[in-house]
């Protein structure tokens, strides 16, 4: 049964990308996008939600993923439920619309992209690409 959902999911997903390809309009409103550069290399997000995530943070690791597959609520919550766990992340926020998740670790906490792709597909979503920087 479960796999029957993950791959309903999935080609839900594949045909939620297909139909949203390279549109910047959702919910009937402009998308606020923004280039933010982390290690010279420049990565899309919601500049007024980043902003917002990033306030009363200080001395932790961001780590910005791009997620396929995320295509309602239900998808973005399991996916802040499975990181939340961890007991070295501080916040966490899943932009359903963007497909991107940002999570604030301690400092002392080793990322390996590798466990962020296995929580997130074990969600039934994939982790495309990452980027860290401290705050």
Excluded: P, W
Excluded at 20 to 26: G, I, L
Excluded at 72 to 78: E, K, Q, S, Y
Excluded at 79 to 101: P, R
Aim: proline share 0%; charged share 35%; aromatic share 8%.
């Amino acid at each position: 049964m479960r796999l029957i959902c993950l791959i309903l999911m999935f080609m839900a997903s594949v045909i939620f990308a297909e139909k949203n390809h390279d549109s910047h309009e959702h919910h009937g409103h402009a998308v606020h996008q923004n280039d933010v550069y982390v290690d010279g290399k420049k990565f899309k997000l919601d500049k007024e939600r980043f902003d917002e995530f990033k306030k009363n943070l200080k001395d932790v690791q961001v780590a910005i993923i791009n997620v396929q597959g995320m295509v309602c609520d239900f998808c973005a919550r399991g996916i802040e439920k499975a990181f939340l766990k961890d007991t070295k992340v501080k916040k966490i926020d899943v932009d359903l619309e963007n497909g991107k998740v940002v999570i604030a670790y301690s400092l002392n906490k080793k990322i390996e992209f590798k466990e962020i792709k296995e929580k997130i597909l074990m969600n039934g979503q994939n982790a495309t690409d990452y980027k860290l920087m401290k705050i």
